[in-house]
């Protein structure tokens, strides 16, 4: 099952976060330790892992969690697969639940379904006591 949202337990889905500068989209990245200042490239990456950042946001309330690591991706289509098969299983439930129901009205002997459908019959009608 997908991680619900922590502040308003809304559905998460996943998502791309980055910085547009000057027309650029760079994608956020995560580096380990406190970076130094670099002439050249404005931040010196120099013996430090880096990764990119994922990301998911609740559809409902716009809350967002970032996520850094090796495999991120991978751990991306792994919750994916876990919403898809959530809405499955819940729309088997709602499949199985329309089944009992036509198998009760199948095995139920036909008398007694005549006389439920007659007790219906037999009740008053809304519409003409609104009008009465």
Sequence with gaps: MMADCPKCQGSMEVGQTFVDYWGWRIPLRWADGQ?????WTGL???GRKHTDVASRRCR??????LFAGYGVEEDFSTLEIR????RLRKQMGTLLDRVAVLEKIATDP???????????????????????
């Design 110 to 132: 036909a008398e007694r379904t005549a006389r439920e459908i007659e007790a219906l019959r037999d009740l008053p009608d809304k519409d003409n006591e609104e009008k009465e």
């Design 60 to 65: 409902e309330c716009g809350y967002i969690e």
């Design 44 to 46: 010196s990456l120099r």
């Design 83 to 86: 919403a898809e098969n959530d």
């Design 35 to 39: 970076l130094k200042r670099s002439l």
